[in-house]
């Protein structure tokens, strides 16, 4: 993969270009006495009219601890967001202070040199309460170059009454699913599951289960095309061709939340960033209609991927300390109690677990034993981009253009071009 210039060596030319800049406002530092001043520019890419309020007030907390300090907040759409940085970081201008980056593009953001390396900051105050998973996706090449803000894992999101209907139990295993998804559509005449077709992501509880895996880091070796990775795509594909699931081809986060709120369907898998989303439905008026249970196991196993985002600093923001005190903030133990109280989402710290907001989430506390459980994906610069070719292919076998061992040999022909040398 092609690298950009190092940290170092981008911060130094950005201070020398007079027209270069971390964001589009006046820039600031601290004084004599340490009081900070400026713009710090923050793009957030949380969900629009949930998440985003409640990350928008707490940033505003900061203001209010330093005055003289702007927070300019942008919320930037999740599937924008990756390749909007990469543009105006290469370009030097335009790029934010701080980006909430999905874990698997930190790795990324590092080896082209656009993230501040953080050792030392005070953005990594108190960095041994982090929880080790969770700090894992912030390393690239034994420098820390992000903050975790949130981690998460995926289950299955059900319907109580749903399944008190059809007097049924949350499926234990992909047999199990294929079982209750039948005993519904005879009690009630409604589809079991829905299955995100068009996001590679909501694949991998299948691929996990069935013992495979995308890569293999350590090795070098890509493993997606194996005998696993074959059969999860038949199982997949079975699910959908058995009618136990419904499917789509696009658009289809708005599909499947709104066909689970609606009542439309049983089941949806998900993570805990879908909560706040989910009980605005009209099935969910009681929120005590929500039920989530572990991922179904495969095979081989049972396990759901590891996400989460992370804090990180533009390698050339005008104002690293107040960008570097601001994510330490957005990162503190009160911040993400507060976000595990109104959002329900995990904090990365431990002692954020022990905040009575977190205590009182039923969500943070369902999740918390699946995150700890949830496999790590490669922390690799490209680990990103392995999702574009499972993406294509994944699509292709639920709609029937395509078989399971084709769509896995297209893929790992797609990954072995990308990671030139690896197996």
Same mark, same amino acid.
């Given at each position: 993969?092609?690298?950009?210039?190092?940290?170092?060596?981008?911060? %130094?030319?950005?201070? +020398?270009?007079?027209?270069?800049?971390?964001?589009?406002?006046?820039?600031?530092?601290?004084?004599?006495?340490?009081?900070?001043?400026?713009?710090?520019?923050?793009?957030?890419?949380?969900?629009?009219?949930? &998440?985003?309020?409640?990350?928008?007030?707490? @940033?505003?907390?900061?203001?209010?601890?330093?005055?003289?300090?702007?927070?300019?907040?942008?919320?930037?759409?999740?599937?924008?967001?990756?390749?909007? #940085?990469?543009?105006?970081?290469?370009?030097?201008?335009?790029?934010?202070?701080?980006?909430?980056?999905?874990?698997?593009?930190?790795?990324?953001?590092?080896?082209?040199?656009?993230?501040?390396?953080? /050792?030392?900051?005070?953005?990594?105050?108190? @960095?041994?309460?982090?929880?080790?998973?969770? %700090?894992?996706?912030?390393?690239?090449?034994?420098?820390?170059?992000?903050?975790?803000?949130?981690? /998460?894992?995926?289950?299955?999101?059900? !319907?109580?009454?749903? +399944?008190?209907?059809?007097?049924?139990?949350?499926?234990?295993?992909?047999?199990?699913?294929?079982?209750?998804?039948?005993?519904?559509?005879?009690?009630?005449?409604?589809?079991?599951?829905?299955?995100?077709?068009?996001?590679?992501?909501?694949?991998?509880?299948?691929?996990?289960?069935?013992?495979?895996?995308? $890569?293999? %880091?350590?090795?070098?070796?890509?493993?997606?095309?194996?005998? @696993?990775?074959?059969?999860?795509?038949?199982?997949?594909?079975?699910?959908?061709?058995?009618?136990?699931?419904?499917?789509?081809?696009? /658009?289809?986060? &708005?599909?499947?939340?709104?066909?689970?709120?609606?009542?439309?369907?049983?089941?949806?898998?998900?993570? *805990?960033?879908?909560? @706040?989303?989910?009980?605005?439905?009209?099935? #969910?008026?009681?929120? &005590? !209609?929500?039920?989530?249970?572990?991922?179904?196991?495969?095979?081989?196993?049972?396990?759901?991927?590891?996400?989460?985002?992370?804090?990180?600093?533009?390698?050339?923001?005008?104002?690293?300390?107040?960008?570097?005190?601001? $994510? &330490?903030?957005?990162?503190? $133990?009160?911040?993400?109690?507060?976000?595990?109280?109104?959002?329900?989402?995990?904090?990365?710290?431990?002692?954020?677990?022990?905040?009575?907001?977190?205590?009182?989430?039923?969500?943070?506390?369902? #999740?918390?034993?699946?995150?700890?459980?949830? $496999?790590?994906?490669?922390?690799? *610069?490209?680990?990103?981009?392995?999702?574009?070719?499972?993406?294509?292919?994944?699509?292709?076998?639920?709609?029937?253009?395509?078989?399971?061992?084709?769509?896995?040999?297209?893929?790992?022909?797609?990954?072995?071009?990308?990671?030139?040398?690896?197996?």
């Amino acid at each position: 993969m092609r690298r950009g210039i190092t940290a170092t060596a981008l911060v %130094a030319a950005l201070a +020398f270009a007079a027209t270069a800049c971390g964001s589009d406002d006046k820039g600031g530092t601290s004084n004599g006495s340490g009081e900070l001043s400026g713009t710090v520019t923050w793009w957030d890419t949380s969900s629009v009219g949930s &998440e985003d309020k409640v990350f928008k007030k707490i @940033a505003e907390g900061f203001t209010k601890q330093h005055p003289k300090v702007k927070v300019k907040y942008v919320n930037v759409p999740f599937g924008e967001a990756q390749n909007k #940085f990469k543009n105006a970081a290469q370009a030097g201008s335009g790029a934010p202070d701080v980006i909430r980056s999905e874990v698997a593009w930190t790795p990324e953001f590092a080896d082209l040199g656009y993230l501040a390396p953080l /050792d030392g900051t005070p953005a990594l105050k108190n @960095a041994d309460d982090f929880l080790k998973q969770a %700090a894992a996706s912030t390393k690239y090449n034994g420098k820390t170059y992000a903050v975790p803000q949130v981690i /998460d894992s995926m289950g299955i999101f059900y !319907n109580k009454k749903m +399944f008190k209907d059809a007097g049924v139990e949350p499926p234990a295993t992909v047999n199990d699913l294929k079982t209750v998804a039948k005993k519904i559509k005879d009690k009630t005449g409604k589809t079991g599951l829905y299955l995100r077709g068009d996001d590679s992501y909501y694949f991998l509880s299948f691929l996990y289960g069935e013992g495979g895996d995308l $890569v293999d %880091a350590g090795a070098k070796k890509i493993t997606v095309d194996n005998a @696993a990775g074959v059969k999860a795509f038949g199982v997949v594909k079975d699910l959908v061709d058995s009618g136990a699931a419904k499917t789509d081809a696009t /658009d289809g986060w &708005e599909n499947m939340m709104q066909s689970f709120k609606n009542g439309d369907v049983a089941m949806m898998i998900n993570g *805990p960033w879908a909560v @706040a989303d989910t009980l605005t439905g009209k099935q #969910f008026t009681d929120k &005590e !209609n929500l039920g989530i249970a572990p991922v179904p196991a495969g095979s081989a196993a049972q396990g759901a991927p590891q996400g989460g985002h992370n804090l990180a600093v533009y390698a050339g923001s005008k104002n690293l300390d107040a960008s570097y005190a601001f $994510v &330490e903030y957005m990162t503190s $133990v009160e911040s993400q109690a507060q976000a595990a109280g109104e959002l329900n989402l995990l904090p990365t710290r431990n002692s954020a677990y022990a905040k009575q907001q977190a205590v009182d989430s039923e969500i943070v506390q369902f #999740f918390k034993p699946v995150v700890e459980t949830a $496999v790590e994906r490669p922390w690799i *610069p490209e680990t990103g981009s392995l999702f574009a070719p499972l993406n294509t292919e994944y699509t292709k076998v639920l709609t029937g253009q395509t078989t399971p061992e084709k769509a896995a040999k297209a893929t790992g022909d797609s990954y072995r071009k990308l990671l030139k040398d690896w197996k």
